[in-house]
């Protein structure tokens, strides 16, 4: 489903990601890990076409397609979606009129009919039942005067609506009390199917106990410098990142 | 400059679809301003002598007023010197017969002309639950529902019948709350006005549908010159709406007009604008000088005046549509969406005057700026020494789009005693390119993005609009913006 090829990033003039490498299959689910400023957020960021961030070099293809040539909105039509560590404000725009413009762009992108208000509506509050937000939330201005909780249940929510090819999730568990990431945790597992793919971003082992990734990655200083299976995490966690970096240095 | 800066910036092809001209036979004077064109024009509608007496001393105060200080020069604008002896004061289509204008007598040109801005005239066509008064250059070629709302009592007419038919209720009126000495253009227009709609709400009657008044300039090189005078006796209310559009020409028009309400004992009324006037082009050429006195007058105890008002239009715009709280517990309100793209400029703001005791008023005002466009709130509110417990709050914030662009906030406010209270809270923000980015990551294109995040900054003006003309100035920003953006 994609495929990251030789990957480097910078921002502002600076290098950030550099010759990076990562096979994902439809049907998985990849964690990538790494201590503060090793270049997750970047990855996350680049994938979805952050205009800050310059590609300088590598290739990733997505679905066949040349990701890095497609225009954000293209990429999010072609069900690429990343769930923002850090959600925008639009204030006076409803939660429920943002999702209907949202849906309506990517149905169109498919050539589906337009959804009007009483069908979006609809799906909104099945899919607001998931993050256990009371219909409320659909009227107040997107992520505006909302916690930090709050947001990132929002993220979930509009990836329940959007139903996303690829989510990428960027460190959507940081800052969440345990309720909160069991909420974010059931809505990741609920998208897990064998035509869909999902990369956890994330700086702790902690939401991998509620979503059990079949791949681990170590970023480190812009690449990737060890992959496991799930196990890896759990190394991690009881090591610490600095054991990683020991290891690679001695390699 | 960040990339979307650069295409936020370049807003140059505003597509401006009310841009065309009809083709129709018209009566029109000479350019120029004397006591005869006055004179004729007063004679053209037969008007009693009150009126021309009237006209003749608005024309006598402006002369006065242009021979010493001119124009008001106070306003952020900067424009060429108008030649008032070069401006047609009055144009008229030719009618198809004699007496009073019916539908089958107007010129199927003109109805085609309405049909076109959206604005069917026609007994079958005609919008449901709108009553409409359509203005064409000098004057009204057609109110719709006038039998209907007559059964209510209610007076809904051009301006011209309703000096024939009601002149003791005009002569009450006229200039009662914005004397022909209030100001040049006030005064100007006091001389010249040729017609504008006239509304009569009796007491105690809500009126079942929105009142509408379309404004269309056509002819070149005229003025536009009306006046709409809306009078909601005790107890009533009343919600109208105010339309307008002129053909794209290279030369600026002028429109000034003045607008006057007066609310007795618990009336409300509701005054929603959306201001489409021709801009002018990228370069600043053309468009139209839109310089208007709006006033409401809250005469008896508990009265209530809203105006809302979208003014994406104009190359000039000069406005402050004001409440005069003159009862007791009357309440003021002015909601404003203010666009200003390419080089268009808007000087424009309200004055609330508390003279009543618990008056309360609120300033809604949001300015959006893009292009070279400049922006500017002006407000004035003066809370005077009877006026205890007065209260009012403004909100006045600037979205600015790029960064050739320019808002400027003007408030003046007046308190003469120590019971009332003023709040006054303004802010100036952009479209982040974060914004823009999250919308994209949504799959927005980058233009449904902006008008969103536009429209969520003009939400509490928009609320207050009738939905149909919420829709209508949502799509006009979505227009004035189009390719704001790449």
Redesign the interface.
Known sequence: MLSIRDLSVGVEGKTILRHLNLQVRAGEVHAVMGPNGSGKSTLAQAL?????YTVTGGEVTYLGQDLLAM???D???AGL??A?QY???????SNA??LK??IN??RA?RGLDELDAMDVLELLHEKLELVEMDRSFLNR?VNEGFSGGEKKRNEIL?MAV?APTLAILDETDSGLDIDALKIVAGGVNRLRRPDNAIILVTHYQRILQYVEPDHVHVLVDGHIVKSAGKELALELERKGYDWIRDEVATV | M???TKTLEALATRDYKWGFVSDIEADTLPPGLNEDVIRLISAKKAEPEFMLEWRLRAYRHWSKLARQAGEPKWANVTYPPIDYQKIVYYSAPKRQGEGPASLDQVDPKLLETFEKLGIPLSEQKRLAGVAVDAVFDSVSVATTFKEKLAELGVVFCSFSEAVQNHPDLVQKYLGSVVPYTDNFYAALNSAVFSDGSFCYIPRGVRCPMELSTYFRINAAGSGQFERTLIVAEEGSYVSYLEGCTAPMRDENQLHAAVVELVAQEGAQIKYSTVQNWYAGDAEGRGGIFNFVTKRGKCAGRGARISWTQVETGSAITWKYPSVILQADDSIGEFYSVALTANRQQADTGTKMLHIGKNTRSTIISKGISAGRGNNTYRGLVRILPRATNARNYTQCDSLLLGDRCGAHTFPYIEVANASSLAEHEASTSKI????L??????????D?AVS??I??????VFKNLPMEFAVEATKLLGVSLEGSIG
């Open positions: 979805a076409g952050h205009p800050a225009s954000p909105e990429r999010a039509r979606f990343l923002f959600p925008i404000e639009i204030p006076g725009v009129a943002f413009a949202a762009e990517l992108a201005p509009q959007l | 960040s990339t979307s982040s390119d974060e914004q980015f999250y919308c994209k990551q949504r799959g927005l294109s980058g449904n969103m995040i429209n969520g900054f003009c939400k509490e």
